[in-house]
């Protein structure tokens, strides 16, 4: 690995735009929401009737939680833009088990994400923020090709909630330092699976995901409750995403041993243990 080598996550929000057009900006709650104290239950109700403030604020407080958490087991970057982020590490696995919990907490609060992960080169050169009374100049200089592989694996063309992988992070899967073996139970089993066969034909060739759905029986069922609901509330316009998350779901499942879904909009999911017991390994296997 050359010394300017890393990996980087790219999580986006999805659907912000839209939301950003059809609410107001609240800006009294999202500055309460900065102050830890002052996010009392009334604005919390009143968050929640706004669904721009449910979803910014929602984001931000999981990214800075999953940040805080992940920086104490080793160094990272984190960049945040409005409703995007570049998170910055040295070895595969950390990126990968960031970029599931995050996807685990936001699906839970109902937010929609997408995620590029990719391998290049990667340098930060400046951040600064200086504030005035009447404006301020801010500046994240930074860039690198993992930088604009993440991005392009993000936005290839593949809808839905999906953590993607760009092709310069296969070959680490199978080098010990990007993909230890472990028995740490905080770290995520480390397995992908193939997109779709129509999805594989998008604009820069990406045709595997991260499979993110191992979760613990009560939370399983809060994030399926929850992706359900959103795919309820969304417009018609937008249940592509919807419908082939929950494709890329029943792949994940079927890959860890469960049997396929019969229904992608059943309100519960089977309760069968398949043969994840049997792989606790966290290094991949085809």
């Known amino acids: 690995m050359t010394d300017n080598?890393?990996?980087?996550?790219?999580?986006?929000?999805?659907?912000?735009?839209?939301?950003?057009?059809?609410?107001?900006i609240d800006l009294e709650i999202l500055q309460a929401h900065g102050r830890r104290f002052s996010f009392n239950i009334d604005n919390i109700l009143r968050a929640s009737r706004n669904r721009l403030t449910h979803t910014f604020t929602g984001f931000h407080s999981s990214l800075a939680a999953e940040l805080d958490l992940a920086s104490m087991r080793y160094p990272l970057t984190a960049v945040t833009?409005?409703?995007?982020?570049?998170?910055?590490?040295?070895?595969?696995?950390?990126?990968?088990?960031?970029?599931?919990?995050?996807?685990?907490?936001?699906?839970?609060?109902?937010?929609p994400v997408r995620m590029g992960i990719a391998y290049g080169s990667f340098a930060a050169l400046r951040f600064k923020s200086d504030i005035m009374s009447d404006g301020g100049d801010h500046a994240a200089q930074f860039l690198g090709t993992a930088i604009v592989r993440a991005h392009a694996a993000e936005t290839c063309g593949i809808k839905g909630l999906r953590i993607l992988i760009h092709h310069s992070?296969?070959?680490?899967?199978?080098?010990?330092?990007?993909?230890?073996?472990?028995?740490?139970k905080m770290l995520h089993p480390m397995r992908y699976i193939e997109c779709s066969e129509?999805?594989?034909?998008?604009?820069?060739?990406?045709?595997?995901?991260?499979?993110?759905?191992?979760?613990?029986?009560?939370?399983?069922?809060?994030?399926?409750?929850?992706?359900?609901?959103?795919?309820?509330?969304?417009?018609?316009?937008?249940?592509?995403?919807?419908?082939?998350?929950?494709?890329?779901?029943?792949?994940?499942?079927?890959?860890?041993?469960?049997?396929?879904?019969?229904?992608?909009?059943?309100?519960?999911?089977?309760?069968?243990?398949g043969n994840l017991g049997k792989n606790k390994s966290r290094r991949y296997t085809n």
């Open 5 to 24: 080598n890393r990996v980087v996550l790219f999580v986006d929000v999805l659907g912000f735009a839209d939301l950003t057009e059809a609410y107001p």
């Open 81 to 111: 833009f409005s409703d995007s982020a570049f998170i910055v590490t040295t070895y595969v696995y950390e990126a990968v088990n960031i970029s599931i919990d995050l996807i685990h907490s936001l699906v839970s609060q109902k937010i």
């Open 169 to 184: 992070v296969l070959p680490l899967f199978n080098d010990n330092r990007h993909n230890p073996e472990s028995h740490d």
């Open 198 to 273: 129509e999805e594989r034909t998008n604009k820069i060739g990406v045709c595997h995901e991260i499979d993110y759905w191992h979760l613990k029986p009560t939370r399983e069922t809060k994030a399926w409750h929850a992706f359900q609901e959103m795919w309820k509330e969304a417009p018609k316009s937008e249940y592509k995403h919807y419908e082939v998350t929950a494709e890329a779901i029943n792949r994940m499942r079927i890959a860890q041993g469960h049997e396929p879904l019969r229904n992608l909009r059943r309100s519960t999911l089977p309760r069968t243990t």
